[in-house]
């Protein structure tokens, strides 16, 4: 990665560097903790596995009196992680997995202007494959619900976006293009007191890409409430009818 236009830039380079490692937490103390009550076991366990095949970076000054960034990362990551834990209100889980395997860059540039806040500038680029998947889900008193998702992309993709502003508020765009093969899918549901409903998506790209979904859901808790006050209703109607 050049360095022509960052002034006194400095620049750093790494090649074959790999990294694996492992955590498994379990055997928490029970805590008392709302609205969840208290906690009677809890376990989680991540993992990774990664092998950067070469990094290199590049920071410095930018004409205009901004200060700039970039980086480029070409390798491979493998990396999961799962927990799930039950209290005396139910119980509760999650896990998901990773893959990813291509060249990644980005760059950042920033400038402060004083009482203005701060302008900035990100953007970033993925060319390779990726694939995800994720679950998680749910019970207590109230009943039961879950959710998963899965997707895989290969191709590239590009994202930038930039801000001015400070605490007063600020102002910003983005933009972002994607060029490849993929898919997604999400779907989640819920039966539950206050809740009974589920949700599908589903999309597919090839080129520009297509996606949908539907959704259904209801409150039965309202449902019920309606339904008594109607039958209160009509039974209130007939009597006054009757004479009553």
């Known amino acids: 990665m050049g360095d022509t236009r960052i002034a006194g830039a400095s620049r750093s380079y790494d090649r074959n560097n790999?990294?694996?490692?492992?955590?498994?937490?379990?055997?928490?103390?029970?805590?008392?903790?709302?609205?969840?009550?208290?906690t009677l076991a809890k376990d989680s366990v991540s993992g990774k596995a990664q092998d950067t095949f070469e990094h290199a970076s590049v920071q410095g000054n930018l004409p205009g009196g901004f200060h700039g960034n970039a980086s480029e990362d070409l390798g491979a990551s493998v990396n999961g992680q799962a927990s799930g834990s039950i209290t005396t209100q139910g119980a509760q889980g999650s896990a998901s997995a990773q893959a990813r395997a291509g060249l990644d860059a980005s760059a950042h540039a920033d400038r402060d202007l004083g009482p203005l806040g701060t302008a900035q500038a990100n953007a970033s680029g993925f060319v390779g494959g990726r694939a995800e998947a994720s679950a998680e889900g749910g019970i207590d008193r109230h009943g039961v619900q879950g959710q998963v998702t899965a997707g895989a992309?290969?191709?590239?993709?590009?994202?930038?976006?930039?801000?001015?502003?400070?605490?007063?508020?600020?102002?910003?765009?983005?933009?972002?293009?994607?060029?490849?093969?993929?898919?997604?899918?999400?779907?989640?549901?819920?039966?539950?007191?206050?809740?009974?409903?589920?949700?599908?998506?589903?999309?597919?790209?090839?080129?520009l890409g297509i996606s949908g979904g539907v959704s259904v859901n209801v409150n039965p808790e309202a449902i019920a409430k309606d339904t008594v006050h109607a039958v209160g209703s009509l039974a209130s109607g007939a009597a006054h009818l009757l004479g009553f």
């Open 18 to 38: 790999q990294i694996a490692n492992v955590d498994v937490q379990r055997g928490d103390k029970p805590n008392t903790t709302a609205p969840g009550g208290q």
């Open 153 to 207: 992309f290969v191709g590239a993709e590009a994202n930038a976006n930039a801000s001015v502003g400070g605490k007063d508020g600020n102002v910003g765009a983005n933009v972002g293009v994607r060029a490849g093969y993929g898919a997604d899918f999400s779907a989640s549901g819920s039966f539950r007191t206050d809740s009974v409903g589920f949700k599908i998506h589903g999309g597919i790209a090839a080129g």
